[in-house]
């Protein structure tokens, strides 16, 4: 015992008995402009899954490293090194 033809269109008569026909279509065409933008947003979400993140350490390009010069050698043996503190980060542990 399902649903026939005539239970459907007795059912959709009541409808429009019940709202009228120009309601059901701003129904009916909000609901398809509802559609539509699931399917832009579902689309656009495989896009972007698809297509690579960029400023990704990994991945980076490899850069080849420059050759020194004669002038950039010198540069670099002339500076002094810096003397920078070091401190103990050891603790004693407590008494008890």
Same mark, same amino acid.
């Given at each position: 015992?399902?649903?026939?033809?005539?239970?459907?269109?007795?059912?959709?008569?009541?409808?429009?008995?019940?709202?009228?026909?120009?309601?059901?279509?701003?129904?009916?065409?909000?609901?398809? /402009?509802?559609?539509?933008?699931?399917?832009? /947003?579902?689309?656009?979400?495989?896009?972007?899954?698809?297509?690579?993140?960029?400023?990704?350490?990994?991945?980076?390009?490899?850069?080849?490293?420059?050759?020194?010069?004669?002038?950039?050698?010198?540069?670099?043996?002339?500076?002094?090194?810096?003397?920078?503190?070091?401190?103990?980060?050891?603790?004693?542990?407590?008494?008890?």
């Amino acid at each position: 015992m399902g649903l026939s033809i005539w239970h459907l269109l007795l059912v959709l008569a009541i409808v429009l008995v019940l709202f009228g026909a120009k309601r059901l279509r701003n129904v009916g065409s909000d609901l398809g /402009a509802a559609i539509k933008g699931f399917k832009d /947003a579902v689309t656009d979400g495989k896009k972007e899954t698809e297509t690579p993140a960029t400023g990704n350490v990994y991945d980076a390009q490899a850069t080849q490293p420059q050759p020194l010069t004669q002038q950039s050698a010198t540069n670099t043996a002339t500076q002094q090194p810096t003397a920078t503190p070091t401190t103990s980060n050891t603790t004693t542990p407590p008494q008890h």
